[in-house]
Nanobody
Framework: QVQLVESGGGSVQAGDSLRLSCAAS????????MGWFRQAPGKEREFVAG????????YYSDSVKGRFTISRDNAKNMVYLQMNSLKPEDTAVYYC???????????????????WGQGTQVTVSS
């Protein structure tokens, strides 16, 4: 089992930065790929960023590429999402997720992730 708790969300102005954190527990954390997803009101849950277990491979949605950076520290059981140059369109609840297995990876597919945090709200005003 993997338990995930997000933090770091808040209300900011356009152009500001935030760093989201995801604290994980479970002895298999270091062997799983991790992802960040977001969901705005009335919209489908959307892939934001993914990182492999060893952090040697990352993926980003086109809408955040160049602005957001995903990272992890397996020794601390932490995953991060650095969010720069925030836009109002980034407003959503952000979720941390752990992949369902230690082998294979479909980074952008929400149903491939087995464990989810409760979400943290990010609000960006113009």
């Amino acid at each position: 089992q993997v338990q995930l708790v997000e933090s770091g969300g808040g209300s900011v102005q356009a152009g500001d930065s935030l760093r989201l954190s995801c604290a994980a527990s479970g002895r298999t954390f270091g062997s799983r790929a991790m992802g960040w997803f977001r969901q705005a009101p009335g919209k489908e849950r959307e892939f934001v960023a993914g990182i492999s277990s060893s952090a040697d491979d990352t993926y980003y949605s086109d809408s955040v590429k160049g602005r957001f950076t995903i990272s992890r520290d397996n020794a601390k059981n932490m995953v991060y999402l650095q969010m720069n140059s925030l836009k109002p369109e980034d407003t959503a609840v952000y979720y941390c997720a752990a992949y369902r297995s230690s082998t294979g990876w479909f980074p952008k597919a929400p149903n491939e992730y087995a464990y989810w945090g409760q979400g943290t709200q990010v609000t960006v005003s113009s």
